[in-house]
């Protein structure tokens, strides 16, 4: 049976992304499960969620344990706390040397991964993890400034000893406790010195970490994360390079509000869609069947949902189109929004409904 990591979300949770990294990097056969929960409000006192579990077999029936995630499902057994789970990951995939084999350097990596899991409140408070934002002109508090301090001294001491490009050498569990630590400097401005700058370029180049990342541009947003961001003058999608946008096809919006009958095939659309042609050379044409298929797609889906014998979810079913259905299975869950991702290009795709007409919004963003 394969092993199921139940996360939050892995598109904004630094606790998701540190086992999903280890796993991931130690080739584990596993299936990641994403919570299906909107979280309304986030409290961090002194750097630990608050969480609001007034839903706890709610969550638990979405895989949580305590009310937080990540969990990881093995056999039949919950294994909560992604340090813990990170350590399961070193036990059962001894080959990726998740941990240094030296026992005094074992010791001393494991001091490290403790110290961020218990400690670093300012961090979690003030700079919250949200790896594809920007914020710009960002001053962190004296405390966090003690703490982004305190994260040099290690990596520092760490790189120094190892000789680097990670923590312990090796890449591990350390560097998947990190992780978030540098997104968290990217998002908020943080100035690495050179060396550091060095072993924070390694790890973006990690295959784990672009698995990772293709994974969470894919991940159902959450507002509560995303108005973080805002409030401090910040750009959830600023880590995102915006493409040429929608301008330049002279298309703001499309509406669609035509009988199922004379939407386009969805398998047309498709083929077309996957044009080998890159975002910035595809031509109108190309751009608009894309947004129909979209929006027949919606419509199918709100339609489906006021009468399912309608035939319509059948049209974007058919065969050609199974390429897509991990889209749309992630789109029903969403309802909100459809990200198609072809060769690290992303379309976003906002939806409107009301009356029976749909309006449609596409940008394009270049990761
Ligand atoms: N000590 C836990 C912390 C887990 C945790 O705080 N998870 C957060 C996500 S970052 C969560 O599940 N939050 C749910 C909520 O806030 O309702 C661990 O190491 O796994």
């Not at 892995?10 to 584990?28: F, V």
């Not at 340090?83 to 001091?111: F, G, H, K, V």
Request: aromatic share 10%; proline share 8%.
């Amino acid at each position: 049976m394969p092993i199921e990591l139940a996360v939050i979300t892995l598109r904004y949770s630094s606790w998701s992304m540190r086992p999903w990294l280890a796993l991931t990097h130690a080739g584990a056969d596993f299936q990641t499960r994403t919570a299906e929960i909107q979280l309304e409000k986030q409290d961090s006192v002194g750097g630990v969620v608050q969480a609001q579990v007034d839903d706890l077999e709610a969550r638990r029936a979405q895989g949580s344990v305590t009310g937080l995630w990540p969990v990881l499902h093995v056999d039949g057994v919950a294994i909560h706390e992604a340090l813990a789970i990170c350590e399961y990951a070193a036990e059962r995939y001894p080959e990726a040397d998740l941990w240094p084999s030296d026992p005094m350097r074992r010791a001393q990596a494991r001091s490290f991964a403790c110290e961020m899991a218990t400690g670093f409140p300012n961090l979690r408070e003030f700079l919250s993890c949200h790896p594809f934002a920007r914020v710009p002109d960002y001053t962190p508090n004296p405390a966090s400034q003690r703490e982004i301090d305190r994260v040099f001294e290690i990596w520092d001491q760490c790189l120094e000893a190892s000789g680097g490009p990670f923590l312990f050498g090796k890449f591990g569990i350390v560097d998947c406790m990190y992780f978030p630590v540098i997104t968290r400097f990217a998002t908020y401005g943080v100035v690495l010195p050179p060396r550091l700058q060095a072993y924070a370029d390694e790890i973006w180049e990690l295959p784990a970490v672009l698995a990772w990342r293709e994974l969470a541009l894919r991940s159902p947003r959450m507002n509560v994360y995303d108005d973080a961001i805002l409030a401090l003058g910040g750009d959830p999608d600023g880590a995102l390079p915006a493409g040429d946008g929608l301008d330049d096809f002279g298309l703001e919006e499309a509406s669609w509000d035509g009988p199922p009958e004379e939407w386009p095939r969805a398998s047309e659309v498709l083929v077309a869609y996957a044009s080998p042609l890159g975002v910035e050379d595809m031509p109108p044409e190309t751009m608009q069947q894309a947004i129909a298929f979209a929006v027949s797609v919606w419509t199918a889906v709100v339609l489906a949902d006021e009468n399912a014998d309608d035939g319509s979810l059948d049209d974007f079913r058919e065969p050609a189109v199974g390429a897509a259905e991990a889209e749309i299975a992630e789109f029903l869950i969403n309802r909100k929004r459809m990200l198609f991702p072809k060769d690290r290009r992303l379309m976003v795709v906002d939806f409107t409904a009301s009356e029976g007409q749909v309006g449609v919004q596409v940008s394009w963003r270049l990761p």
